[in-house]
């Protein structure tokens, strides 16, 4: 059961419905449609807030890709989709928010950036320059969801970073968090950096981690005894460690440690061998059998570069959910989720890795306590039923959480 914490009476949210329009680059709810991190979002966080929030709010949802805004109904379906440019989608929610005699903003826009932007530049500038308009007027309150920031994003994945693209990037950052009237970070360490690096006040900005739906995962623990399955889930770039893990597992090998290694979510790049499994699932759920059936140890093999040292990796509440430990190296903000919740071990360089990886096969029961505190912590805290509880209360203007 669902606990609303709000500051809407009853009687009110039964005669009007305060207005939320999000704006991501493409419409998901279905999770069989999911392809990647950012498709775990959109159904994870604004999929399940929808259908747990729509008797509270009018959601609208926006998708710049194709232009076309969904209304979703009372009860969390979508009711009605069309065709139309961004500034038509704004206006049509700003007239429904106005119903409301409150004095205080009725309507509430939720930008997904910086994907909200990324194939649609111009017309993005053109309705954040009116959803600024409309907040100097005290007609909107516009919440920046930050999930991947443009600038740190293409330094990590380039190896000579194009000075035009970091300009461009930092430009459009400074833009949308400066007109926000406030914003979320999905890191604790993504919060410290660009509050700092754009002098925000902290007062604006909060923390929303992304999740898991553990009533949708059967947890499995590692195999008590023989051999066992390294599974690593991403795409398949060498940037992000792919041939030191493969490495990495061949020493393990030839040191006679029963292992091999299943990768999914992308093509391989690189020679394989014949204790490689590669698989490309097109349906979320055929990928959360494998995961919990085949995995026994989860890793994240991506070198220290400034994304993926900042972020909060969207697989790690999965990983988590089914009941596996984890084995990373050294990101801050991934160190700090494995630490905290005692779900999962660090490396700071190839040779702990193998430490890791042969100390888990060893220790089966530490391995298997590793996984069972991450179930415990996607249970209690990293679950989308309460992120999206959280994003309420954002909207609220009262959030406060401790975790």
């Not at 950036?113 to 959803?131: D, E, G, Q, T």
């Amino acid at each position: 059961m669902i606990k609303i914490s709000g500051v809407l009476s009853k009687a009110h949210s039964q005669l009007f419905r305060p207005v939320i329009l999000v704006v991501t680059s493409y419409f998901l709810i279905d999770r069989r449609g999911i392809e990647g991190p950012i498709g775990e979002h959109y159904v994870g966080l604004y999929g399940t807030f929808a259908k747990n929030y729509s008797k509270l709010y009018k959601v609208f949802w926006y998708s710049t890709d194709d232009s076309t805004l969904h209304i979703f109904n009372e009860n969390g379906n979508v009711a009605n989709s069309a065709k139309m440019p961004m500034p038509i989608a704004i206006l049509k929610a700003l007239a429904e928010s106005r119903k409301s005699r409150e004095s205080v903003p009725s309507f509430t826009a939720i930008i997904a950036y910086y994907y909200a932007a990324k194939n649609r530049p111009v017309s993005y500038f053109i309705s954040l320059s009116f959803f600024h308009l409309l907040k100097m007027l005290g007609l909107v309150n516009v919440i920046v969801d930050i999930v991947d920031p443009p600038v740190e994003v293409h330094i990590t994945y380039s190896e000579s970073p194009s000075p035009r693209k970091v300009f461009w990037g930092t430009l459009l950052d400074i833009v949308t968090l400066k007109r926000g009237t406030f914003m979320w970070f999905c890191s604790t360490s993504y919060q410290k950096y660009l509050t700092k690096r754009y002098d925000i006040s902290l007062d604006r900005t909060h923390v929303i981690y992304d999740g898991s739906v553990p009533e949708l995962i059967t947890p499995k623990p590692p195999k008590a005894k023989g051999p066992l399955t390294v599974f690593y889930s991403g795409s398949m770039l060498n940037i992000k460690g792919i041939p030191q893990l493969i490495e990495s597992i061949n020493e393990l090998r030839k040191k006679g440690v029963e292992i091999t290694l299943m990768l999914t979510g992308g093509r391989l790049r690189v020679r394989s061998r014949p204790w490689i499994k590669s698989f490309w699932f097109n349906d979320w759920f055929e990928w959360i059998r494998a995961l919990c059936e085949e995995a026994d140890i989860c890793v994240v093999p991506y070198p220290k570069r400034l994304h993926w040292d900042l972020t909060h990796h969207i697989k790690l509440p999965d990983y988590m959910a089914a009941g596996k430990p984890i084995v990373a190296m050294y990101g801050r903000e991934t160190a700090s989720l494995l630490e905290k919740h005692k779900c999962g071990l660090t490396a700071t360089n190839w040779d702990e890795f193998q430490e890791h990886i042969i100390r888990l096969y060893k220790d089966r029961e530490l391995a298997k306590t590793l996984g069972e505190n991450g179930r415990k912590a996607v249970e209690e805290f990293f679950n989308y039923t309460n992120l999206s509880e959280m994003l309420h209360k954002v909207i609220q203007g009262h959030l406060k959480v401790a975790h």
